[in-house]
Nanobody
Framework: QVQLVESGGDLVQAGGSLRLSCLAS????????MGWYRQAPGKQRKLVAT???????NYADSVKGRFTISRDNAKNTVYLQMNSLEPEDTAVYYC??????????WGQGTLVTVSS
């Protein structure tokens, strides 16, 4: 059984920072890729950032230089440090993991609201 629990979403003013966390409760399997996606109202879910098991990160162009993804493999936790937040960053942020073998799992989402 796999469960993802996100935390850290909040209301913040433009220019502010937030740190999202996602704890993956998992036994018997190893995590390959961990990532964050977001879905703004009325829009499709889009990639924000991913990080592989070796630590190589990938970012959407819209967040490069402002967001940093990291992971703690011992804790099965992925983080997203978000700086210089903009109103356009307002969305529900979803944690995603891909196991070795290809299975995908999603968290329930955490709301980030950036006011102008």
């Amino acid at each position: 059984q796999v469960q993802l629990v996100e935390s850290g979403g909040d209301l913040v003013q433009a220019g502010g920072s937030l740190r999202l966390s996602c704890l993956a409760s998992i036994t018997g399997f190893s995590i390959n890729v961990m990532g964050w996606y977001r879905q703004a109202p009325g829009k499709q879910r889009k990639l924000v950032a991913t990080i592989g098991s070796g630590g190589v990160a990938n970012y959407a162009d819209s967040v490069k230089g402002r967001f940093t993804i990291s992971r703690d493999n011992a804790k099965n936790t992925v983080y997203l440090q978000m700086n210089s937040l903009e109103p356009e960053d307002t969305a529900v942020y979803y944690c995603n993991i891909e196991l070795f073998g290809g299975r995908l799992y999603w968290g329930q989402g955490t709301l980030v609201t950036v006011s102008s």
